[in-house]
T-cell receptor
Framework: GQQVMQIPQYQHVQEGEDFTTYCNSSTTLSNIQWYKQRPGGHPVFLIQLVKSGEVKKQKRLTFQFGEAKKNSSLHITATQTTDVGTYFCSTGTASKLTFGTGTRLQVTL | NAGVMQNPRHLVRRRGQEARLRCSPMKGHSHVYWYRQLPEEGLKFMVYLQKENIIDESGMPKERFSAEFPKEGPSILRIQQVVRGDSAAYFC?????????????FGPGTRLTVT
């Protein structure tokens, strides 16, 4: 089945710094989703990307799908403490999502 | 508008006992998915169900695990004769027919501890 790898596993930033997590696949993906999971919480859907080279923005978050549809990134500008959590990418078929291992973001003042 | 409901939120079972996890999807959602998350790991797909049908159970262990989504009532994930390795968070997610593909709504999860 399809697999997606995420890097880094963990990132610690100071509030105000930028943050980027990357999602990579060895095969072409038809879609990518990004989810956020707060500590002790459940995954929350953020966005879906389906087009080659697609870029979407949500306030301070920028999501990108690579031209070859084999990678994706999530960039957060000027992190805040509310951004703390684990960010997962996933890719789906008709019946299920395959999740990456996640990037855990820690933000300190 | 209630979200996905799961109960219990925490469940403690001794080895060999049975665990029953319940999931009520969001109103209007007919697709239910179960995922397992081990500590500090990602989510692993287990099973996808629609009302009275198992559509994809490729992620379910071959033994001791079963799932159902009856015509009436919640979806149930059942684990028989639990072992320590079953300790994990079990998340249910739902989606509706025709929803943006890949957009699933997750419940708060059931944290299962096997002692």
């Amino acid at each position: 089945g399809q697999q997606v790898m995420q890097i880094p596993q963990y990132q610690h930033v100071q509030e105000g710094e930028d943050f980027t997590t990357y999602c990579n696949s060895s095969t072409t993906l038809s879609n990518i989703q990004w989810y956020k999971q707060r500590p002790g919480g459940h995954p929350v859907f953020l966005i879906q990307l389906v087009k080659s080279g697609e870029v979407k923005k949500q306030k301070r978050l920028t999501f990108q799908f690579g031209e070859a549809k084999k990678n994706s990134s999530l960039h957060i500008t000027a992190t805040q403490t509310t951004d703390v959590g684990t960010y997962f990418c996933s890719t789906g078929t008709a019946s299920k999502l395959t999740f990456g291992t996640g990037t855990r973001l820690q933000v300190t003042l | 508008n209630a979200g996905v409901m799961q109960n219990p939120r925490h469940l403690v079972r001794r080895r060999g006992q049975e665990a029953r996890l319940r999931c009520s999807p969001m109103k209007g959602h007919s697709h239910v998915y179960w995922y397992r998350q081990l500590p500090e790991e990602g989510l692993k797909f287990m099973v996808y169900l629609q009302k009275e049908n198992i559509i994809d159970e490729s992620g379910m262990p071959k033994e001791r695990f079963s799932a159902e989504f009856p015509k009436e009532g919640p979806s149930i994930l059942r684990i028989q004769q639990v072992v320590r390795g079953d300790s994990a968070a079990y998340f249910c997610a739902s989606s509706r027919e025709g929803q943006v593909f890949g957009e699933q709504y997750f419940g708060p999860g059931t944290r299962l501890t096997v002692t």
